[in-house]
């Protein structure tokens, strides 16, 4: 039996191009978010984060493989929004005036009952700090632009250039938040090979 798979039924979001920037109608998915603020790089706050959307995913996964085997699924990439309270302010270089929302998207089969008993029993096991904050909601992105970096995730700049100047180009205006996939493991990549979508909603101008 194959296991469920969202990255390859959901391909046109999850696989883009890495030469060319294209656009995308990303439709309502469910979603296990954390919110919060600062540099991911240094504060504990994005930690806690990790360890409680990881420790609720695979809680759900196995609590489901238990319960149905036809519903084994692969977990899908962690995936992140990314904004400043004013958004012509939002600067790389500015990582400590981040605001964030972590996210790993689920199948239909995680259901808020299901949610709800996942995270008494991730409480019961290890209870990571973050686990109150943690939801199951649901994110429609609509119409988005998106590319393929390949790199380090310092490397950004050029490929966020690239987007922004291919919204303009087709006559869209940037809207809502920066969105990243991150669809490498970085302690088990190399940096050069490092491969993060890089998503931004956009508008008719």
């Known amino acids: 039996m194959s296991k469920i798979n969202m990255r390859k039924e959901l391909k046109g979001l999850y696989g883009p191009s890495a030469t060319g920037c294209s656009i995308v109608d990303a439709p309502p998915l469910r979603f296990l978010m954390v919110d919060g603020s600062g540099d991911p790089n240094t504060a504990p706050e994005f930690r806690h984060a990790m360890e409680a959307l990881y420790g609720l995913s695979y809680t759900l996964k196995f ?7 036809s519903t084994d699924y692969v977990v899908m ?9 004013d958004m012509s302010l939002f600067s790389l270089e500015a990582k400590g005036t981040w605001r964030w929302t972590m996210m790993i998207a689920q199948p239909e089969h995680v259901t808020p009952e299901l949610f709800a008993e996942a995270a008494d029993e991730l409480a ?3 209870n990571p700090p973050a686990l109150a904050k943690a939801r199951l909601d649901t994110y429609h992105e609509g119409l988005s632009a998106q ?3 390949i790199g380090p995730y310092a490397d ?8 922004h100047r291919f919204i303009e180009e087709q006559g869209y205006a940037r809207r809502g938040k920066h969105h990243e996939i ?4 970085p302690s088990r990549t190399a940096p050069e090979k490092l491969r993060t979508i890089i998503r931004q909603p956009i508008s008719r101008g």
Not at 77 to 85: M, Q, T
Not at 182 to 185: F, H, M, P
């Open 63 to 69: 609590m489901l493989k238990k319960r149905d085997k």
């Open 77 to 85: 990439p962690l995936e992140g929004l990314w904004w400043a309270d």
């Open 124 to 126: 019961r096991k290890k």
């Open 147 to 149: 590319v393929m970096h």
């Open 156 to 163: 950004e700049r050029p490929t966020i250039e690239k987007i």
């Open 182 to 185: 991150y669809l490498s493991d």
